[in-house]
């Protein structure tokens, strides 16, 4: 313990050994000099329904794909000699062939019916993760390019050489793929596109198949030949038959399961099971189960074509074993919600639930759902995984996307769940059925401390198709006065019939997100047009808008200019290469700053900066060095950098990319990355005030703050060097009682958490030793450190 320092200076020293050489940084601390004030919100997440990190992650609902919405149906199918793709979610694959093809060519004809790009063309497919695939009218519809997935934890990424060019709407064209070891060439309409030799890491065998992304289209004319003239696959496969189960399902018994789409009792799809006399049904899995747990679910059903009486049991199995079952009542002609309770004899970590017929007949299913007792009685939401948000205390989260926000119909997901539809679009490997919706999203907020922002849908062709602007404004402002209206207006009365009589206060509302697509012009205009009609509804609220991605400051330039006087924050995105943990955070400090200059000179000197998405692309620990780095660049500019908010929050580990998240789970546990555990400290150790540092601070990133009442001082540093760095701190006008170090270093830029092990990454107290007026500690090579200094 420090004593007798007041009005004196105390030196602390950041070293590797206690020896009083000289430090490599040596500072003074000026807590008497604020430069600016830090908001909290820096801290703020972002939460979107992708990667099932609501539906099936933090809503507590065990049953994925509740709905069957989510099929091949609706993307893949067959109509004469055509395989129809007639969905517009992206990363639709189909692929096809034998796994061992090694050298071949693939030639097929395809036309682009609607959307936003061109074709997938896969060849040399391994597995979801092992793929090539030409990507022809790729990148908004300017370029063709081979890319490759390797299976190594990061996404797929363009090889080779990129060429110009576009894919029209309603054209048939011809495509040949032609593989020789490493070599790849392609043909568009028999002219080469492109001539290519992979690396070693090459792909040497495997199954072709056929994609898209945001787009319509069909393919015709498929044919596999080997390079000596053998045919090995031509017309359409057999796999492309019509599906009988929904994704996440699987069909079980000696009956026979089909998808249908004509009369479902909600949305567009449901299943049909026939049984002959035994048992048939649908089952899915895992779900960890607890034994002495009820688990409270229903399942909407009616009678078949048949019209045979029928009952159907509900279970709960861990392989021949059953842990639960009950009967439900026979389903009449219309459809009927059939509720059940199924108490666990025994614990099963994968454990799967059954939805069978019993006897002969046939019975249409919809809208199967459960979850455990103990979870409705809180609120709905998975224990583990609310604990982990609220452990990061995020003062904002941002919500419901992204991009999922560019088609999200709020109004489809409130009321009674079952009675929700689902998300327009498939995302990211997620077909949200809108159970967590505005009611939860709000619940969830105030469970955890933090005020909820809103993204609204500004109805863009892009993502809701042609026309109809006059309708997503109504809906935006709508969607204010369900928020925050009184309980006895229009939708503040829908809101109470919900539950919630008193106004949810909304205080921060996001003009759609990421626009760039139609023009900085076009949504300059937007803003102009919904900015003063939304703060009609509600003078009180704070508007966003959508600013650029990257460091592209033309886009903001224009629109402060156009829009300025229409917005309070300004939403800039940057996502990083991990491999720029160390030189990013500085770039990204110039960029602020540059901004910064551009809000001052226009016609709303007020705007604040909110970094709404940002993160490296990594769950190792360089996204953890990244992610203090551009906390201390959030602090360094407080003056004008007001909120902030990482993506990915929370991600299944099932997800095929984008594997950044905070939070990762599966069905049994979670683990934080190192940007958690680093944030985590960061904003456990906040104070409101930036205090000046004289003197050379690098090779480390520095920030000093303390608090409000001045008993506190924080010192926060980033060492993305390979060696250990000593610091001298000079800290004048206080008395120190005490100082303590709390630091993360892994030892190796690989070094990650896991389900298995999910504290490998973790802060460390540090040894500090006590000299006459300083402290001594080492701060290790590739770390992040915050050293606490509370006063008297």
Avoid at 181 to 205: C, M
Avoid at 416 to 440: K, M
Wanted: some cysteine; glycine content about 10%; hydrophobic content about 40%.
């Amino acid at each position: 313990m420090m004593r007798n320092c007041v009005h004196a200076a105390l030196t602390i020293l950041v070293m590797g050994g206690v020896s009083a050489r000289a430090a490599d940084v040596s500072v003074t601390l000026r807590p008497d000099h604020v430069l600016n004030h830090i908001d909290e919100k820096i801290y703020g997440h972002f939460l979107e329904h992708i990667y099932h990190s609501c539906n099936g992650g933090l809503w507590g609902e065990l049953i994925w794909n509740r709905s069957f919405e989510q099929n091949q149906l609706g993307q893949w199918h067959v109509e004469d000699d055509q395989i129809v793709q007639d969905s517009m979610a992206t990363d639709q694959r189909l692929t096809f062939g034998d796994p061992r093809w090694r050298d071949y060519e693939f030639s097929l004809a395809a036309k682009k019916v609607g959307g936003d790009e061109g074709f997938l063309i896969l060849f040399r497919v391994q597995s979801k993760n092992e793929f090539y695939w030409a990507n022809l009218g790729g990148w908004g519809n300017i370029h063709h390019r081979i890319e490759r997935g390797l299976n190594d934890g990061n996404r797929w990424g363009g090889i080779g050489p990129q060429v110009d060019g576009r894919i029209d709407t309603g054209r048939w064209y011809r495509i040949r793929v032609r593989c020789e070891g490493r070599h790849f060439q392609v043909f568009l309409d028999d002219k080469k596109l492109i001539d290519f030799t992979d690396d070693a890491r090459a792909h040497l065998q495997g199954m072709v198949g056929v994609g898209t992304w945001s787009t319509r289209a069909r393919f015709r004319n498929v044919r596999v030949t080997s390079l000596d003239g053998k045919i090995l696959l031509e017309g359409v496969p057999d796999t492309v038959a019509r599906p009988s189960v929904a994704l996440h399902w699987t069909h079980y018994g000696d009956g026979r399961a089909y998808i249908e789409q004509t009369g479902a009792f909600n949305a567009n799809y449901y299943q049909r099971l026939v049984s002959t006399g035994g048992e048939t049904g649908l089952r899915q899995g895992p779900i960890d189960v607890h034994a002495g747990e009820t688990y409270v679910g229903s399942i909407w059903a009616r009678r078949g074509m048949s019209g045979a009486p029928v009952r159907m049991a509900v279970r709960l199995v861990d392989g021949k074993k059953t842990l639960a079952e009950t009967t439900l009542g026979q389903p009449t002609a219309r459809w009927k919600e059939y509720p059940f309770q199924l108490a666990a004899r025994a614990a099963a970590p994968n454990a799967v639930i059954q939805v069978g017929l019993v006897g002969q007949g046939d019975v249409c299913v919809d809208q199967v759902s459960m979850m455990p007792r103990s979870w409705r009685a809180q609120g709905g939401f998975r224990p583990d995984l609310l604990a982990a948000i609220a452990a990061l205390r995020p003062p904002v989260i941002r919500w419901p996307g992204g991009c999922f926000a560019s088609a999200y119909r709020w109004k489809q997901a409130i009321g009674p769940q079952a009675a929700r539809l689902p998300h327009p679009r498939e995302i990211w490997n997620d077909l949200d059925v809108y159970s967590f919706g505005t009611d939860e999203f709000v619940a969830m907020c105030r469970r955890v401390g933090a005020e909820p922002l809103i993204v609204v849908n500004i109805g863009t062709t892009t993502w809701n198709g042609p026309g109809r602007q006059t309708e997503f404004l109504q809906e935006a402002r709508d969607w204010i006065e369900y928020c925050n209206g009184p309980a006895d207006s229009q939708w503040g009365k829908v809101r109470a019939a919900n539950g919630h009589p008193d106004p949810f206060a909304v205080k921060y509302w996001e003009i759609d997100n990421e626009t760039w697509h139609m023009g900085v012009e076009k949504y300059a205009a937007a803003v102009n047009r919904f900015g003063p009609a939304m703060r009609q509804v509600d003078p009180s609220i704070k508007l966003i808008a959508c600013g650029s991605g990257g460091y592209n400051q033309d886009w903001n330039r224009t629109l402060i200019a156009r829009a300025g006087k229409n917005f309070d924050y300004i939403s800039t995105h940057h996502y990083e290469s991990p491999n720029r943990y160390a030189t990013g955070p500085a770039q990204d400090e110039q960029f602020y700053r540059a901004l910064g200059r551009i809000i001052r000179e226009g016609p709303n000197p007020a705007i604040k900066i909110d970094c709404s998405e940002w993160n490296a692309q990594s769950t190792d620990w360089r996204t953890g060095l990244y992610c203090g780095g551009i906390l201390n660049v959030f602090e360094r500019c407080g003056d004008i950098l007001e909120i902030g908010g990482p993506a990915l929050f929370l991600r299944h580990v099932s997800a095929r990319a984008w594997d950044n998240a905070f939070i990762n789970f599966d069905h049994r546990g979670w683990f934080p990355a190192p940007n958690y555990v680093v944030m985590q400290l960061w904003h456990d150790h906040y104070a409101p005030n930036r205090i000046a540092v004289e003197g050379k601070t690098e090779p480390l990133n520095l920030v000093a703050t303390k608090s409000a009442d001045g008993k506190r001082v924080f010192c926060k540093a980033v060492n993305t060097t390979d060696k250990g760095v000593s610091v001298e701190l000079r800290l004048n006008g206080l008395s120190v009682k005490n100082v303590s170090l709390r630091i993360v270093a892994p030892g190796e830029l690989a070094a990650r958490n896991s389900l298995e092990s999910p504290h490998h990454v973790r802060p460390q107290s540090g040894d500090v030793q006590e000299t006459d007026h300083a402290l001594r500690f080492h701060m290790p090579p590739i770390s992040c450190g915050v050293v606490e200094m509370r006063c008297e």
